[in-house]
């Protein structure tokens, strides 16, 4: 494959080492000639001088024949541009870098799918480690049934809402509502969730990733 | 007309204080605030000292009631970055962009902006002054 990374910083630079391992042809951009430098010690011809939101710059880079373009800058403004010359230039695939989290909805809103963010890798990365932080298994029951606490957290999509509303998965029932001052009651139709609640729950092993998008909501949704 | 217009340059200014004077309800961006001196005396319009491509700034001030968006900082990639916000995300009915290098203008407005290159638009009138010249010596 034929892969340009706009973009010569430590995540150009470390990007185009592993994929020039992996035996692709790869050429870095990079505006700053000190940094070219910098670049070519280590990875000798394959760095180029030039600004990659020039598209004469793409062009020299042959960038018509390119199978991926990566943008990779610490500006996001540059990556979108970089990524739509790109795309303008006939290449089928373009991965953007993104500094602020709050301006991945202009990318996927630009049709720049595959985009990838520091910021939400190290919330994802948190997320998979302590899956069930806010889930704790008090009893596995018979059949694949299993006794829950969860502690509804403020911005939990069923705070405010009564428990006749709640949309749980199939074979799920909340049991038992605690409030934070460790009063249980035993909830009713109309009994009231509010943020700080834990809720005992009784669901099936299968249903815990629903259960847990109904009761704590999805914790990467940042787009609106 | 509402208009919002960041970048309080030459040409941000120079927007800003016809379309006041003409009696449109302006709004100038700029991430300084000494950019606004170039405003004369008696400006009526609003300025807002943030930066255009923070949609939470482009909020705070009236984005979504703008009935035009004009994108001239000093900045092409800038320029485009904050269009594409007011049109896609804020779905304003008329931006403007100024773009400086006549490459990416061309991109750019094949995907559906209204663009404005300087450059080539001066250099056409430039080349346009001195045959014209030639034109009428001879």
Do not use: W
């Not at chain 1, 009994?191 to 999805?218: K, P, Y």
């Not at chain 2, 923070?54 to 485009?80: C, H, S």
Request: hydrophobic residues 40%; aromatic residues 4%.
């Amino acid at each position: 494959m034929y892969i340009i990374v706009a973009g010569g910083g430590k995540v150009g630079l470390g990007l185009a080492s592993e994929l020039l391992n992996g035996n692709n042809e790869v050429l870095v951009l990079e505006r700053d000639p000190a940094r070219v430098a910098q670049v070519s010690e280590e990875l000798g011809d394959s760095v180029m001088a030039g600004d990659g939101c020039e598209t004469s710059t793409l062009d020299d880079a042959g960038v018509a024949r390119a199978d991926l373009v990566a943008a990779v800058t610490g500006d996001d403004e540059d990556n979108l541009v970089i990524c739509e010359i790109a795309r303008s230039r006939g290449v089928a695939r373009t991965i953007a870098r993104i500094n602020n989290p709050k301006n991945e909805l202009l990318f996927k809103k630009r049709g720049i799918e595959t985009t990838i963010s520091a910021t939400q890798a190290i919330l994802a990365q948190i997320e998979q480690e302590l899956p069930t932080h806010e889930m704790i298994s008090l009893l596995k029951l018979h059949g694949g049934l299993e006794l829950f606490e969860i502690k509804l957290p403020a911005t939990s999509p069923v705070v405010g809402r009564a428990v006749r509303e709640v949309l749980l998965p199939p074979e799920s029932l909340i049991a038992l509502v605690v409030d934070p001052g460790g009063s249980p009651r035993l909830p009713g139709g109309d009994t009231r969730l509010n943020g700080g609640d834990s809720l005992v729950v009784v669901t099936h092993r299968e249903s815990l990733d629903m259960l847990r998008e109904a009761l704590i909501g999805s914790t990467h949704g940042l787009d609106t | 007309m509402k208009v919002m217009i960041m970048g309080c340059g030459r040409l941000g200014a120079q927007i800003a204080m016809t379309l006041d004077s003409e009696g449109h309800d302006v709004t100038v961006m700029d991430t300084s605030a000494a950019a606004f001196r170039r405003l004369r005396e008696g400006f009526g319009g609003t300025t807002v000292i943030g930066n255009g491509m923070d949609g939470p700034a482009l909020e705070r001030a009236g984005i979504r009631e703008v009935d035009a968006f004009f994108a001239v900082t000093q900045g092409d990639n800038r320029n485009y970055f904050a269009s594409q916000m007011a049109k896609q995300v804020y779905h304003v009915s008329r931006v403007l962009c100024r773009i400086y290098d006549p490459g990416r203008e061309r991109i750019f407005r094949e995907l559906g902006l209204e663009t404005f290159s300087p450059t080539s638009m001066g250099a056409h009138v430039m080349v346009e002054m001195l045959l014209g010249s030639r034109e009428e010596a001879k």
